[in-house]
């Protein structure tokens, strides 16, 4: 996914900027990183988690796509289903190279 429709729009994702993996994005995905990890040991329940997880994953395709598209705000990013954001996280990370290293999941846990 290299794109992203929000509200009937579509926006090319962009690649982030090496002032922004520096400043912004790497900080990001590590907490992305960290919220996966405690929800895989089970110290974190998944709703816990979720607007974090939501908020973290909104401000990275909000960051991508400022580069391109300046006027468009994080509220508008934040009306997609959360299962489209994090798809575009994926493109996002695709699109800069960092193909396989942001990935957000939400993990199920049995009972």
Known sequence: MNSVTIQGTEYDLQPFTAGQLRHQASA??????????????????????????????????HLSLSNKYPDLTLEAVETLPFAEIQKAVEGVAEVTGLKGEGKPQMVKRGR
């Open 28 to 61: 990001k995905l590590a907490a992305i990183d960290e919220i996966n990890g405690q929800l895989q040991a089970g110290t974190i329940s998944p709703m816990k988690a979720m607007p974090e997880m939501v908020g973290l994953c909104c401000d990275l395709v």
